[in-house]
């Protein structure tokens, strides 16, 4: 009797510290043994923050960051930077590239019934951002990682960009905001 | 001692029917008495599927869609259509607008440090597609509604939308593929 009754109370208290549907939003940064990030799982039910667009047919022909980017961060990590304009440690930002739809314009656009404009085609890549001060002191707390700019499949674990790929552009444009480009996502944009 | 068990035993089946995650997850579609569909709410943390983007400078200034359109659909629907092909009744499919951000060249583009392209500006509107059966059997069992197409603050209801205005471009262009762009949608398309 006595021992039904704890594992009743032991079972209160999962549901109470892991409820389903929390266990599948949540997501901390995987570290290898040697440093590399895992890649990410279960972002693209993240919540969505928003989409800029660089196409190939404006730049060249070689897009940075080809084409679409489509940012995703946790709901609590939203939540977190929305009361105190900075993300908690650990928060992961996941950017996944798809490129646009068939271009039959030069600019990388196409006409579809909603109109003459750019359509997410196929999926093209992940870079992610990890907050980890301890991990990451020489670059604003952040770690950034690329798992290629290309189709599926993604590499499965990315070592640390160097300053000069990644860190170094948030550094000089987005150190006050946190390292991250809030200012194109509508959410979280004047917090 | 009797009572407390219950109690408990109330607990656990609380949080096994309704863990707090699912509870915000969920916005079955609101009518009003006389038929109108309620703004939704909740959909910036559903699942985001896409970002068509038509902007007004490649429209002659007049985007019918002006000019990201960004799709949210629930987590259990997403899943139901991944497995079947259609989403159930009940499916809410909400498409928010913004503007691009500040252009500086006539298609609507902008340089940024990640390349010339599209960045999301403020909130522009809200289109929301209901699966009833019963409620919309003329168009295919899916209602078509617009909170307008402006800055915030959206209407708080929308009645019905005309064959012309939404459903009719749905009906001759993605009858085939339960009413839904899908083909713009990575996630989706191919299914």
Request: with cysteine; glycine share 10%; aromatic share 12%.
């Amino acid at each position: 009797m006595f021992t039904g009754m704890a594992i009743i109370g032991l079972s209160v208290t999962l549901f109470h510290t892991q409820p389903v549907a929390a266990q599948t939003e949540r997501s901390m940064a995987v570290f290898t043994p040697d440093g590399k990030l895992e890649l990410p799982k279960g972002y693209r039910r993240w919540v969505f923050v928003g989409a800029p667009l660089t196409p190939n047919g404006l730049n060249n022909g070689k897009a940075g960051f080809p084409e679409y980017h489509h940012v995703y961060v946790e709901a609590r990590n939203v939540d977190a930077y929305l009361k105190t304009g900075s993300f908690p440690e650990g928060t992961v930002i996941v950017k996944e590239l798809t490129r646009v739809l068939n271009p039959t314009f030069p600019d990388g656009s196409r006409n579809e019934p909603s109109g003459r404009g750019f359509f997410n085609g196929e999926f093209n890549g992940i870079d992610a951002t990890v907050k980890d001060s301890k991990r990451f002191p020489k670059t604003n707390g952040w770690g950034f990682f690329t798992f290629g700019h290309h189709p599926l499949p993604y590499a499965e674990t990315a070592a640390e960009s160097s300053v000069d790929e990644c860190a170094g552009c948030h550094i000089a444009n987005v150190a006050k905001t946190d390292m991250t480009w809030v200012q194109f996502y509508p959410i979280l944009r004047g917090k």
